[in-house]
Each structure stands twice: as C-alpha cells, then as structure tokens.
C-alpha cells in the first residue's frame, strides 16, 4: 500500500532528526517511547503498572518451548 506524500515527507524528517542525534540521546529516546507506551497501556487496559508489566511479560512468553538451558544459565 502506497503512502501519501504527506506520510513520506513526516518519516523522512523524523528519520533526519534521530540521525542527528548521538547515541545516548537515541537510547534514551528509545526508553522515552517505551515509558509512554507503558502508560498508554496501563490507560488502556485499566491496570498498575506492576499488573501491566507482568502482562506484558505472560505474553511474551506465550507459546514458547520450555528450555532447560534457561535453567542452567540462572544459576
């Protein structure tokens, strides 16, 4: 799907100012992003952060195999 000129020209620039920018402020703009994802999450969804966090989490590992080298790395 093709996207409007408008859309190209906002990415273009929002790819020129991260470019611009070291890596530390990248990465904290990358927390940044999260935390605000986090909070938007937590609105959506109705829960504390804690509750949100552990969602999160029981989603990532949905699905997954069990793997006893998980086990032998915590140790």
């Known amino acids: 799907m093709a996207r ?25 703009l990358a927390f940044a992003l999260g935390e605000r994802d986090l909070e938007f999450f937590m609105a959506a969804n109705g829960l504390t952060r804690e509750e949100a966090l552990a969602q999160i989490e029981h989603t990532r590992n949905a699905g997954r195999r069990y793997s006893r080298c998980i086990d032998e790395l915590s140790k």
């Open 4 to 28: 409007s000129k408008v859309a190209e020209e906002l990415r273009e620039e929002q790819r020129r100012e991260v470019l611009a920018m070291t890596p530390a402020e990248r990465v904290a």
